[in-house]
């Protein structure tokens, strides 16, 4: 069982600046999030886009405002739970909350602060028919362990980053790789474009555009699907059929813990701590909604640092604290390591 | 001051028609007209804020208004989103104009 202070779901830069916050009043954080990586939305969907609207960066590239927020916070050593969604969330006797994840991680804290952005990051699965029989049996909409496709023929259809990327690095272990896309055009980095050229050149890959695949066949298990080829259509033979047709969030499981959603989003107090309906449970940045509300990262910010402050309430109940400045009072990270800003110099002038 | 919004007809995901005026002095683009009316639940449109990246905002262009030419991301948008038609459109990628007046569109299904 991990523990912790406040267990944060969701680690884009809402999530990660609330570790720094609550690292300046001596707690410390756990993440959870979905994705293999730190960065939510800014890593996973455009990290290298500007954003304008970051106090005092008059440009920063998502992914580098992620990086940032990272070293920011490092000093307060957070935790990670990466790759696995937080799915069910009960309270305990003592007022604290245990959350688990899809792959049975156990979290415990007595603040939770949901950071979920839009949601977790779910695969867009094709719309054949039958593709849901074959789940697991054959249809993975991600790779995870690219062992399993050892000596197998694989499909893969999308034309992204991701579709170019798994087709190249398929191509050394499979028996057989086919991409198949519905158009002649990738929509990917150069690199990978041009490998995936010279693969096919080379015989490694099987390209075949624009096609689509309509249907899926086998007892079973899948054995083979059921290619569109403009007017062509035909059996191909295969033991594994992965659409990466990228990710779509979707707010999943959150919206099964009895929190009040309204608009998409979870309701919260907004004038006083992101509260939600239940207390020790905050929503804070896109997740959340209240009148008013902009989903902007710099709001999501503003809500982070008050509800660090009803956190320390809450796991501190009557001690005293009052708001301290970075400036004068520097910062104590749990690494030991000590910022400050340098004293003034006193001397005489003679 | 000359009335700078157009008549646009939106038909949303439940098959209702809207009438709706837009502002063409406000640098919005379909997707943001149809969030700006709540013509689609927040969340279910315009997910990656308006960077052709997610086709959230995808619909059908009904009226043979004449629209911005599809740049390169907008079609690779959707040449791997689902329902697309040979009318299909990403609503962030048509910036509200004057020549949208009378433009009728219908909001493709949720994916």
Known sequence: ?350 | MENQDVNITIIDRDGVTHKIEAPTDMAMNLMEVVRSYELAPEGTIGVCGGMAMCASCQCYVLSDTELPEMQDDEEAMLSEAFYVKDNSRLGCQIPITPELEGLEVELAPES
């Open chain 1, 1 to 350: 069982m991990i523990t912790t202070d406040i267990l944060i779901i969701g680690a884009g830069p809402t999530g990660l600046f609330t570790v720094f916050e609550a690292g300046l009043l001596k707690l410390k954080c756990h993440l959870i999030d979905a994705l293999p990586q730190p960065g939510g939305q800014c890593s996973e969907i455009y990290p290298k886009k500007p954003i304008y609207d970051i106090p005092a960066y008059p440009e920063i590239l998502a992914g580098d405002l992620t990086d940032k927020l990272m070293e920011q916070c490092k000093q307060f050593e957070p935790g990670f739970t990466l790759g696995e969604r937080a799915d069910t969330i009960e309270k305990q006797e003592d007022g604290s909350f245990i959350v688990t994840t899809n792959k049975g991680t156990k979290h415990k804290a007595p603040v939770v602060a949901i950071a979920g952005g839009l949601g977790s990051f779910e695969p867009r699965k094709p719309l054949i028919d039958n593709i849901a029989d074959y789940e697991d049996k054959g249809v993975e909409y991600m790779i995870k362990e690219p062992e399993l496709y050892r000596d197998k023929k694989v499909v893969i259809a999308g034309g992204g980053d991701s579709a170019l990327d798994w087709s190249i690095f398929l191509s050394d272990v499979a028996s057989e790789v086919t991409l198949i896309h519905r158009r002649n055009e990738f929509r990917g980095h150069l690199d990978s474009v041009e490998k995936v050229q010279e693969l096919k050149s080379a015989g490694k890959i099987n390209l075949i555009t624009p096609a689509e695949v309509i249907g899926l066949e086998g007892n079973g298990k899948i054995e083979s699907v059921t290619v569109k080829q403009e007017a062509k259509v035909f059996k191909k033979e295969c033991d594994h059929f992965v659409p990466l047709f990228g990710l779509s969030p979707k707010l999943g499981p959150i919206a099964d813990w009895g929190l009040e959603i309204e608009k998409n989003a979870i309701k919260v107090n907004n004038a006083l701590d992101y509260q939600t309906n239940i207390p020790g449970i905050f929503a804070i940045g896109d997740v959340n909604t209240y009148p008013g509300k902009l989903k902007l990262i710099l709001c999501g910010f503003h809500e982070a640092t008050l509800m660090c402050q009803a956190a320390y309430q809450i796991i501190n109940p009557g001690k005293r604290y009052v708001l301290k400045y970075t400036t004068v009072s520097g910062v104590d990270g749990f690494d030991g390591t000590r910022k400050e800003a340098p004293k003034a110099v006193v001397k005489a002038i003679e």
